[in-house]
Nanobody
């Protein structure tokens, strides 16, 4: 059974840090482009960061570049998102997505809430 299970969300003060984790089950994790998205209340879901399966090259949304770091451990079938210098506008539900491209299905996790507030 395919599953993506996120964890690590919570409440943090502005300027603080959080680490998100996404554990994958039931598909060939190492061959997938892995991404993080987020959705704030009343807004559309948006891309945050992605990491390629081969070579590990990364890309980021402009709003998080320099503050967030995506990484992966293929041996553990896990993708991570390290979030530093958090701002109130980073408040959202964060989703992990396995991007299947043109020929394979995409898989989504259930999401984890991140709240940045004093």
């Amino acid at each position: 059974q395919v599953q993506l299970v996120e964890s690590g969300g919570g409440l943090v003060q502005p300027g603080g840090s959080l680490s998100l984790f996404c554990a994958a089950f039931g598909f060939t994790f190492s061959s997938y482009f892995m991404t993080w998205y987020r959705q704030a209340p009343g807004k559309e879901r948006e891309f945050v960061a992605g990491i390629r399966s081969v070579g590990g090259s990364t890309n980021y949304a402009g709003s998080v570049k320099g503050r967030f770091t995506i990484s992966r451990d293929n041996a553990k079938s896990t993708v991570y998102l390290q979030m530093n210098s958090l701002k109130p506008e980073d408040t959202a539900v964060y989703y992990c997505k396995a991007d299947g491209g043109l020929t394979r299905p995409d898989y989504w996790g259930q999401g984890t809430q991140v709240t940045v507030s004093a």
